[in-house]
T-cell receptor, first 115, second 109 residues
Framework: DAGVIQSPRHEVTEMGQEVTLRCKPI?????LFWYRQTMMRGLELLIY????????DSGMPEDRFSAKMPNASFSTLKIQPSEPRDSAVYFC?????????????FGPGTRLTVL | KNEVEQSPQNLTAQEGEFITINCSYS?????LHWLQQHPGGGIVSLFM???GKKKHGRLIATINIQEKHSSLHITASHPRDSAVYIC???????????FGTGTRLTIIP
């Protein structure tokens, strides 16, 4: 298996622009997680889905952030409009199970820079 | 909200030394995860444990549920073990992880 796939790997954009990050989970996994990592705050959960349904989005910073999972093999995280403080590495992870005690497999991350 | 603390924040050791990284959490959990983040940025799951001890090669993870404490040990450390090690507490009933701030380990040849 190719593992969790994220694109793009790097994104540089200007403040105010829309940014879309993409994730393809491991085939057969039914939970998908979006995380953000910054120097100041470390790793934080933004939102997670189980069976394509958002379960907890309490970590989404504000209305500028939105996430969708239209099917079991694809998810997007969108920031509109982007701001310099959104600069971070965004990780997608997936797991099989849905309840608890399931190993999570991380993608390589998307490094976002907002100028 | 679970508060997860790790110590030390930074650790430098000579090759061959025995390494211990500690993690404590404030609220009961269903599992404790140990992750490794390499200098290139990729994150790999090392262990997930809810009781006792697990071993994988030179890595050993232990957890004490009553004391809300977990440790990650590395025996015969090697420069390739240099990475950031992150513990994460998983809530009961869902898969939400709360992360520690990480321990940056550097092993000198």
């Amino acid at each position: 298996d190719a593992g969790v796939i994220q694109s793009p790997r790097h994104e540089v954009t200007e403040m105010g622009q829309e940014v879309t990050l993409r994730c393809k989970p491991i085939s057969g996994h039914n939970s998908l997680f979006w995380y953000r990592q910054t120097m100041m705050r470390g790793l934080e959960l933004l939102i997670y889905f189980n069976n394509n349904v958002p379960i907890d989005d309490s970590g989404m910073p504000e209305d500028r952030f939105s996430a969708k999972m239209p099917n079991a093999s694809f998810s997007t995280l969108k920031i509109q409009p982007s701001e310099p403080r959104d600069s971070a590495v965004y990780f997608c992870a997936s797991s099989y199970g849905g309840a608890s005690n399931n190993e999570q497999f991380f993608g390589p991350g998307t490094r976002l820079t907002v100028l | 909200k679970n508060e997860v603390e790790q110590s030390p924040q930074n650790l430098t050791a000579q090759e061959g030394e025995f390494i211990t990284i500690n993690c404590s959490y404030s609220v009961g959990i269903s599992a404790l995860h140990w992750l490794q983040q390499h200098p290139g940025g990729g994150i790999v799951s090392l262990f997930m444990l809810s009781s006792g001890k697990k071993k994988h090669g030179r890595l050993i993870a232990t957890i004490n549920i009553q004391e809300k404490h977990s440790s990650l040990h590395i025996t015969a450390s090697h420069p390739r073990d240099s990475a950031v090690y992150i513990c994460a507490a998983e809530n009961f009933g869902n898969e939400k992880l709360t992360f520690g701030t990480g321990t940056r380990l550097t092993i000198i040849p």
